[in-house]
């Protein structure tokens, strides 16, 4: 039996009979690991609850007991009222238990006619039912391969998705199967004073803001144009796992071999060409900010790019129809059923925004929207200007405003060393506009992707920008 669901159906089998009777009759007292009450904390945040119900973890002991007593009041129909609320709960029960392997004590209801296998739900998915083993990363993270039933959905859409997915926990990203190998490389990477990583998630702005960053750090007078592959000079920090199918799994950067004459290439192309660049290195990433260099963040700087879930699906539906590395073949519509099932690499997309969000007042950090860099790119020019400390004159920054302009980057794409992964019919660089959504987006998709939305952003704040 699956402790993860077993507790999640106890809790909530308590709530709704508490609820209704008002008395507490027949409340469940856990015996909890202090690592799952930590992941059931935020639960209350759900429902603006005050009252404090979990309790503070005891130092002296590896467990807890408690009894959710206030959920009979408003915290329990408002914090799980909701589908999304249920998912949620079983989503980071799961990831913990993943990461802890640890397992939840239930001491029995009061109610003697509710037993354990009357409370078991169905088995957990194919993705936690895989037979592969599981890998412990050097970042804490297991490594869950995903199970055929995934995999064959996976492959309907996505025809050159050959060589499998896993899932990791905590947080439960889908990455290509293969990234467990490069993980701790890129997890122990070396992080100096000087380096800024953009990071985001896919079809965000990044190269827009990769650019941008390059440009202030390294050349605003434009000097240097015309210049190399923007991948040469901010090198993708996962590159290596982003290749396939299996034929081109062995792939290296042409530059390689000119910066790391010596380099060995099964020791990682990216990080030993990353030594050689010149400082302040800019990196690319779409990894989730816990799955990077522990120090990226209290050593370097991160510039973090968010962009409204619609444009991005329809931007990333473009892209992925017309990379010869992905080739989707479904619809718009099966696709943005994809992305909100946390069915693409690097998702789930919330989640990735949700650890930058939490941080976006770290002194490190720089959260901005795609969408405030189209409405008045000027002033996020100049905010972006003092988070780097370029210092740049007016001058220099209409520069770079011009240089790093949509026409302008759309007119150099094979500069940018984009055309080889194309389709023929296809252009990396699409529309770029904010609000683009509203000509390719159906009512009904329109509906679903705000139902979701609604769903996940309970927890980012009035200040958050993608509220509906």
Same mark, same amino acid.
């Given at each position: 039996?699956?402790?993860?669901?077993?507790?999640?159906?106890?809790?909530?089998?308590?709530?709704?009979?508490?609820?209704?009777?008002?008395?507490?009759?027949?409340?469940?007292?856990?015996?909890?690991?202090?690592?799952?009450?930590?992941?059931?904390?935020?639960?209350?945040?759900?429902?603006?609850?005050?009252?404090?119900?979990?309790?503070?973890?005891?130092?002296?002991?590896?467990?807890?007991?408690?009894?959710?007593?206030?959920?009979?009041?408003?915290?329990?129909?408002?914090?799980?009222?909701?589908?999304?609320?249920?998912?949620?709960?079983?989503?980071?029960?799961?990831?913990?238990?993943?990461?802890?392997?640890?397992?939840?004590?239930?001491?029995?209801?009061?109610?003697?006619?509710?037993?354990?296998?009357?409370?078991?739900?169905?088995?957990?998915?194919?993705?936690?039912?895989?037979?592969?083993?599981?890998?412990?990363?050097?970042?804490?993270?297991?490594?869950?391969?995903? *199970?055929?039933?995934?995999?064959?959905?996976?492959?309907?859409?996505?025809? +050159?998705?050959?060589?499998? #997915?896993?899932?990791?926990?905590? *947080?439960?990203?889908?990455?290509? =199967?293969?990234?467990?190998?490069?993980?701790?490389?890129?997890?122990?990477?070396?992080?100096?004073?000087?380096?800024?990583?953009?990071?985001?998630?896919?079809?965000?702005?990044?190269?827009?803001?990769?650019?941008?960053?390059?440009?202030?750090?390294?050349?605003?007078?434009?000097?240097?144009?015309?210049?190399?592959?923007?991948?040469?000079?901010?090198?993708?920090?996962?590159? /290596?796992?982003?290749?396939?199918?299996?034929?081109?799994?062995?792939?290296?950067?042409?530059?390689?071999?000119?910066?790391?004459?010596?380099?060995?290439?099964?020791?990682?192309?990216?990080?030993?060409?990353? /030594?050689?660049?010149?400082?302040?290195?800019?990196? !690319? +990433?779409?990894?989730?900010? @816990?799955?990077?260099?522990? &120090?990226?963040?209290?050593?370097?700087?991160?510039?973090?790019? #968010?962009?409204?879930?619609?444009?991005?699906?329809?931007?990333?539906?473009?892209?992925?129809?017309?990379?010869?590395?992905?080739?989707?073949?479904?619809?718009? #519509?099966?696709?943005?059923?994809?992305?909100?099932?946390?069915?693409?690499?690097?998702?789930?997309?919330?989640?990735?925004?949700?650890?930058?969000?939490? !941080?976006?007042?770290?002194?490190?950090?720089?959260?901005?929207?795609?969408?405030?860099?189209?409405?008045?790119?000027?002033?996020?020019?100049? =905010?972006?200007?003092?988070?780097?400390? +370029?210092?740049?004159?007016?001058?220099?920054?209409?520069?770079?405003?011009?240089?790093?302009?949509? @026409?302008?980057?759309?007119?150099?794409?094979?500069?940018?060393?984009?055309?080889?992964?194309?389709?023929?019919?296809?252009?990396?660089?699409?529309?770029?506009?904010?609000?683009?959504?509203?000509?390719?987006?159906?009512?009904?998709? /329109?509906?679903?992707?705000?139902?979701?939305? !609604?769903?996940?952003?309970? &927890?980012? *704040?009035?200040?958050?920008?993608?509220?509906?």
């Amino acid at each position: 039996m699956n402790h993860v669901y077993v507790l999640h159906k106890l809790i909530i089998l308590n709530w709704e009979r508490e609820r209704e009777t008002g008395k507490g009759e027949g409340q469940v007292i856990l015996k909890c690991p202090n690592i799952i009450i930590e992941l059931l904390r935020p639960i209350a945040s759900l429902s603006n609850c005050s009252c404090n119900c979990f309790p503070r973890v005891s130092e002296a002991s590896s467990h807890t007991s408690f009894t959710p007593t206030c959920l009979r009041d408003t915290c329990g129909v408002a914090a799980f009222g909701t589908t999304k609320a249920r998912n949620y709960l079983i989503t980071r029960l799961h990831t913990g238990l993943q990461q802890y392997n640890g397992t939840v004590i239930l001491e029995p209801p009061k109610n003697p006619t509710e037993t354990h296998a009357d409370l078991s739900l169905p088995q957990p998915g194919a993705e936690m039912t895989s037979q592969e083993p599981v890998v412990t990363l050097g970042s804490g993270h297991k490594a869950v391969p995903i *199970g055929e039933e995934d995999m064959t959905r996976l492959l309907r859409n996505f025809p +050159t998705f050959t060589d499998g #997915a896993s899932r990791l926990y905590p *947080g439960r990203w889908l990455l290509l =199967k293969g990234f467990k190998d490069v993980a701790d490389r890129i997890y122990n990477f070396k992080i100096r004073d000087s380096d800024v990583v953009v990071v985001t998630f896919p079809k965000s702005g990044t190269t827009w803001s990769q650019e941008v960053v390059w440009s202030m750090l390294h050349d605003p007078d434009l000097k240097g144009a015309p210049r190399s592959q923007l991948m040469d000079r901010a090198p993708y920090l996962e590159m /290596e796992v982003d290749q396939w199918p299996t034929e081109i799994k062995s792939f290296v950067p042409p530059l390689f071999t000119a910066m790391c004459p010596e380099g060995d290439a099964s020791k990682g192309t990216v990080v030993q060409m990353l /030594e050689k660049e010149r400082e302040p290195r800019v990196i !690319k +990433t779409h990894l989730p900010l @816990s799955l990077l260099p522990p &120090d990226a963040i209290d050593k370097g700087k991160v510039v973090y790019v #968010a962009r409204n879930p619609k444009d991005l699906v329809a931007s990333f539906y473009d892209y992925s129809r017309t990379q010869k590395r992905l080739q989707f073949q479904g619809s718009l #519509a099966e696709f943005a059923d994809h992305f909100m099932r946390d069915e693409l690499r690097y998702c789930p997309y919330w989640e990735h925004m949700r650890e930058a969000w939490q !941080k976006r007042n770290h002194p490190n950090l720089h959260f901005i929207f795609f969408e405030d860099l189209k409405k008045d790119p000027l002033r996020e020019y100049r =905010k972006l200007d003092a988070f780097l400390g +370029t210092k740049l004159s007016e001058e220099q920054i209409a520069r770079v405003m011009e240089h790093t302009s949509f @026409s302008s980057m759309k007119a150099r794409n094979e500069a940018l060393g984009k055309d080889d992964q194309i389709i023929s019919e296809g252009n990396f660089f699409r529309v770029g506009q904010a609000g683009s959504w509203k000509e390719k987006l159906t009512p009904e998709l /329109e509906r679903k992707i705000d139902e979701w939305t !609604k769903e996940n952003i309970a &927890d980012f *704040g009035g200040d958050f920008k993608y509220f509906i």
